[in-house]
């Protein structure tokens, strides 16, 4: 497995990780807005654009 392919596995913007996480994208973006970095989800802002870190936001709703 490549950089870039760890990279596209891992991270994700709001669709996909909507998809993801069986949810509408509007629900992650209530979510964020209300909650912060106090939710269930991992997400960075990276040059505007928010990305989800698919990996651990597995592992914080599996250890909940």
Same mark, same amino acid.
Do not use: C, Q
């Given at each position: 497995?490549?950089k870039?392919d760890?990279?596209?596995?891992?991270?994700?913007? =709001?669709?996909?990780a909507?998809? @993801?996480l069986?949810?509408?994208?509007s629900?992650l973006?209530r979510?964020?807005?209300?909650?912060? #970095?106090d939710?269930? =989800?991992v997400?960075h802002?990276? @040059?505007?654009k928010?990305l989800y870190?698919?990996?651990?936001?597995?592992?914080?709703?599996?250890? #909940?």
């Amino acid at each position: 497995m490549n950089k870039k392919d760890f990279n596209n596995e891992r991270w994700a913007d =709001e669709k996909e990780a909507a998809e @993801h996480l069986k949810v509408k994208p509007s629900t992650l973006r209530r979510r964020r807005s209300l909650l912060g #970095k106090d939710t269930n =989800e991992v997400w960075h802002k990276n @040059h505007g654009k928010i990305l989800y870190d698919l990996w651990e936001t597995d592992k914080r709703i599996s250890n #909940k």
